[in-house]
């Protein structure tokens, strides 16, 4: 009975170790499924509920289609339109100025300036008066002298050579006495442009920029007395890209230029600016740039006619040119800057991103001018997205 008992424990206990291995395998057996179905699924899940849960947040513009006027930023450089350095046709001493005739001041055209010493020519024009009369009085007796060689030919009743027959009715004489007279009012008409040239007056409306000369200055024929521009008109000198030119009219007789706007930012508040109009297309290239040369006009350059408020163009000064471009019609105007890579758009349809490729017309600084790929009522999206891609979830921040 001992031994039969001794037997049965160790039975048990062999049966006991294998369930326990058993288990543990089965355990472990599970724990492996369970790891490689949990690696297998779990991310997928995870990148789907990040997408559904997690779209993003953009803002949005409107686009808008139409007709619009480009508009063409440019920086240039004042001139005068008509500019002059006086000069005298005569010499002499001034003896007297006009109160504008001063650096600054203005004077219409054929206002007097100045006044030179007009003694000597006063004086020359009396002489050749005189020598005129005696020339007229010459000719009255050369004429009185040929009525007589015609009557005494008549009476002699003789047929001349036409040679001689001249020559006895002092017909030389008579031409000689003709040139005398037609020579001396010649002088008469030179000493009267003298005595005129004596007083100095403005070419046409202009602004006296320097003067070389004062009371008492002895000047002689073709020396400065003084620089002068036109006031009428000043010229903005620019260069622009040759592509810009299909979109700007310039003026000639029957059609006006492209209007311009003219700004001077470090002298002119703010919102300050005078109007001008593109004048003509210089047949030049610039040197360094290669760019085309153009030229504003702006009228009443010193705000004479327009009052306070229009603030003076200075010659010299640099300035900005916003020229407005021909119109461009049946396209879609929207920011520059919403142009993305590869003239791309990014819009919002249907909550999802939409990477739409455009026809860019035209550019400005400012907007991009879409003729295919974009209508009106497009959502474009303004906000910069740090994950880019076809279809991703989108919704408004507000």
Same mark, same amino acid.
């Given at each position: 009975m001992p031994l039969k008992r001794k037997n049965h424990g160790k039975q048990s206990g062999s049966i006991s170790l294998r369930a326990t291995l058993l288990l543990c395998a089965a355990l472990v057996l599970a724990g492996a499924v369970a790891l490689t179905v949990i690696y297998n699924t779990e991310p997928e899940v995870q990148r789907e509920s990040a997408v559904r849960e997690n779209a993003m947040l953009v803002d949005v513009i409107t686009a808008e289609a139409g007709t619009?006027?480009?508009i063409i930023e440019a920086m240039g450089t004042v001139t005068p339109a008509r500019e002059v350095t006086l000069r005298p046709r005569i010499s002499g001493e001034v003896?007297? =100025?006009a109160a504008e005739f001063v650096p600054g +001041?203005?004077? /219409?055209? +054929?206002?007097? =300036?100045?006044?030179? !010493?007009?003694? !000597?020519?006063?004086?020359?024009?009396?002489?050749r008066q005189g020598e005129l009369q005696q020339a007229l009085a010459a000719l009255e007796i050369e004429h009185g002298r040929q009525q007589i060689a015609i009557r005494d030919y008549r009476q002699l009743n003789k047929d001349l050579e036409p040679e001689n027959r001249a020559l006895v009715l002092r017909e030389p004489q008579l031409k000689s006495a003709e040139a005398v007279v037609r020579a001396a009012r010649a002088a008469v008409e030179r000493a009267q442009l003298d005595l005129d040239r004596t007083t100095?007056?403005?070419?046409?409306?202009? &602004? *006296?920029?320097?003067?070389? *000369?004062?009371? $008492?200055? &002895? *000047?002689?024929? $073709? @020396? /400065?007395? /003084?620089?002068l521009v036109g006031v009428d008109t000043y010229w903005v000198e620019t260069t622009l890209p040759l592509d810009r030119l299909r979109w700007l009219t310039f003026a000639e007789e029957d059609s006006d230029g492209s209007p311009v706007s003219v700004r001077h930012r470090t002298a002119w508040p703010d919102g300050t600016a005078r109007e001008g109009y593109l004048y003509r297309l210089v047949g030049e290239l610039e040197g360094d740039t290669r760019m085309a040369r153009v030229i504003v006009a702006v009228d009443d350059p010193l705000g004479r006619e327009g009052g306070a408020e229009a603030p003076a163009l200075l010659? +010299?000064?640099?300035v900005e040119c916003r020229i407005h471009g021909r119109p461009i019609e049946n396209v879609v105007r929207i920011p520059r800057s919403?142009?993305?890579? @590869? @003239?791309?758009v990014w819009l919002k349809r249907d909550g999802k991103l939409v990477i739409q490729p455009v026809d860019i017309v035209f550019q400005d600084a400012a907007h991009a001018f879409v003729g295919k790929g974009l209508s009106a009522g497009d959502q474009v999206v303004t906000t910069s997205l740090a994950t880019v891609k076809e279809g991703i979830s989108l919704r408004l921040k507000s």
């Open positions: 619009f006027r480009p003896l007297s =100025m +001041g203005e004077v /219409a055209a +054929g206002d007097e =300036m100045l006044r030179l !010493d007009s003694a !000597d020519y006063r004086i020359a024009l009396e002489q100095v007056k403005a070419p046409f409306h202009a &602004q *006296v920029l320097s003067r070389e *000369v004062n009371l $008492g200055s &002895q *000047v002689s024929s $073709g @020396d /400065a007395l /003084a620089r010659i +010299g000064s640099f919403l142009v993305r890579k @590869d @003239d791309t």
